[in-house]
Protein backbone atom coordinates (compact mmCIF):
# COMPACT_ATOMS: atom_id res chain seq x y z
CA UNK A 1 0.00 0.00 0.00
CA UNK A 2 1.12 3.65 -1.16
CA UNK A 3 1.31 6.28 1.56
CA UNK A 4 2.33 9.41 1.46
CA UNK A 5 2.48 11.36 4.91
CA UNK A 6 3.44 15.03 5.44
CA UNK A 7 4.86 16.75 8.85
CA UNK A 8 6.87 20.15 9.61
CA UNK A 9 3.66 22.41 9.06
CA UNK A 10 2.98 25.14 12.44
CA UNK A 11 2.69 29.10 12.53
CA UNK A 12 5.77 31.20 11.68
CA UNK A 13 6.37 35.18 11.91
CA UNK A 14 6.97 36.72 8.28
CA UNK A 15 10.32 36.13 7.29
CA UNK A 16 10.40 33.17 9.13
CA UNK A 17 11.49 29.40 7.32
CA UNK A 18 9.72 25.92 7.49
CA UNK A 19 10.49 22.84 6.70
CA UNK A 20 8.21 20.37 5.17
CA UNK A 21 8.91 16.61 4.54
CA UNK A 22 7.11 13.85 2.73
CA UNK A 23 7.84 10.29 3.91
CA UNK A 24 6.54 7.92 1.48
CA UNK A 25 6.02 4.42 1.74
CA UNK A 26 5.45 1.48 -0.50
CA UNK A 27 7.29 2.53 -2.93
CA UNK A 28 10.69 4.14 -3.80
CA UNK A 29 10.40 7.50 -3.75
CA UNK A 30 12.92 7.92 -6.26
CA UNK A 31 11.41 5.76 -8.90
CA UNK A 32 8.65 8.68 -9.45
CA UNK A 33 7.91 12.42 -8.95
CA UNK A 34 6.92 13.57 -5.87
CA UNK A 35 4.82 17.22 -5.77
CA UNK A 36 4.03 19.27 -3.62
CA UNK A 37 0.74 21.55 -3.59
CA UNK A 38 -1.18 23.73 -1.38
CA UNK A 39 -4.69 25.20 -0.98
CA UNK A 40 -5.89 28.01 1.10
CA UNK A 41 -8.86 28.56 2.20
CA UNK A 42 -11.44 29.50 -0.65
CA UNK A 43 -9.07 28.66 -3.43
CA UNK A 44 -7.83 26.21 -5.52
CA UNK A 45 -5.28 23.71 -5.13
CA UNK A 46 -2.29 25.05 -6.17
CA UNK A 47 0.92 22.91 -7.64
CA UNK A 48 4.45 24.57 -5.38
CA UNK A 49 7.13 22.25 -6.94
CA UNK A 50 8.14 19.01 -7.79
CA UNK A 51 11.33 17.13 -7.64
CA UNK A 52 11.46 14.64 -11.17
CA UNK A 53 12.05 10.81 -10.87
CA UNK A 54 15.31 9.25 -10.43
CA UNK A 55 16.21 12.19 -8.68
CA UNK A 56 15.80 14.50 -12.06
CA UNK A 57 15.39 18.16 -12.60
CA UNK A 58 12.96 19.80 -10.06
CA UNK A 59 10.42 22.99 -10.60
CA UNK A 60 8.89 25.48 -9.00
CA UNK A 61 6.19 28.09 -9.67
CA UNK A 62 7.27 31.51 -9.94
CA UNK A 63 5.57 32.82 -6.74
CA UNK A 64 8.36 30.42 -4.39
CA UNK A 65 11.13 30.41 -6.62
CA UNK A 66 14.37 31.86 -4.89
CA UNK A 67 12.19 31.18 -1.80
CA UNK A 68 11.84 27.43 -2.02
CA UNK A 69 13.85 24.29 -2.09
CA UNK A 70 13.17 20.64 -2.58
CA UNK A 71 15.21 18.04 -2.11
CA UNK A 72 14.81 13.83 -1.86
CA UNK A 73 16.67 11.58 0.25
CA UNK A 74 16.63 8.25 -0.84
CA UNK A 75 17.91 6.62 1.82
CA UNK A 76 15.37 7.93 4.16
CA UNK A 77 12.61 7.76 1.20
CA UNK A 78 11.65 11.22 1.73
CA UNK A 79 10.63 14.32 -0.09
CA UNK A 80 11.83 17.47 2.09
CA UNK A 81 10.35 21.06 1.14
CA UNK A 82 12.41 23.84 2.88
CA UNK A 83 10.29 27.28 2.57
CA UNK A 84 12.77 30.37 3.38
CA UNK A 85 11.48 34.19 3.70
CA UNK A 86 7.71 33.06 3.68
CA UNK A 87 4.72 35.40 3.45
CA UNK A 88 1.53 35.61 4.58
CA UNK A 89 -0.12 34.32 1.15
CA UNK A 90 1.88 31.08 2.03
CA UNK A 91 -0.42 30.19 4.09
CA UNK A 92 -2.34 27.07 3.38
CA UNK A 93 -2.58 23.32 3.83
CA UNK A 94 0.34 21.64 2.23
CA UNK A 95 0.19 18.48 0.46
CA UNK A 96 2.48 16.08 -1.40
CA UNK A 97 1.92 13.43 -3.65
CA UNK A 98 3.14 11.42 -6.54
CA UNK A 99 2.77 11.32 -9.85
CA UNK A 100 0.80 8.22 -11.57
CA UNK A 101 3.87 7.07 -13.89
CA UNK A 102 7.62 8.14 -14.04
CA UNK A 103 8.52 11.30 -15.01
CA UNK A 104 11.52 12.47 -16.11
CA UNK A 105 10.88 16.15 -16.08
CA UNK A 106 8.35 17.04 -13.89
CA UNK A 107 5.40 19.79 -13.46
CA UNK A 108 2.55 20.76 -10.53
CA UNK A 109 0.59 22.07 -13.54
CA UNK A 110 -1.97 19.33 -13.54
CA UNK A 111 -2.38 17.89 -10.08
CA UNK A 112 -4.95 15.15 -11.70
CA UNK A 113 -1.18 13.04 -12.76
CA UNK A 114 -0.76 12.83 -9.09
CA UNK A 115 -2.13 10.42 -6.83
CA UNK A 116 -1.74 8.89 -3.25
CA UNK A 117 -2.05 11.99 -1.88
CA UNK A 118 -1.29 12.85 1.79
CA UNK A 119 -3.33 14.20 4.67
CA UNK A 120 -2.11 17.34 4.51
CA UNK A 121 -0.18 19.82 7.12
CA UNK A 122 -0.82 23.15 8.32
CA UNK A 123 1.18 26.30 7.42
CA UNK A 124 0.40 29.62 8.96
CA UNK A 125 2.57 32.73 8.15
CA UNK A 126 1.39 35.49 10.50
CA UNK A 127 2.72 38.16 12.91
Known amino acids: QVQLVESGGGLVQPGGSLRLSCAVS????????IGWFRQAPGKEREGVSCVSSSNGPTNFVDSVKGRFTISRDIAKNTVDLQMNNLRPEDTAVYYC????????????????????WGQGTQVTISS
Open 26 to 33: GISADVYA
Open 97 to 116: ARTKYPMILCTVDHPSMFED
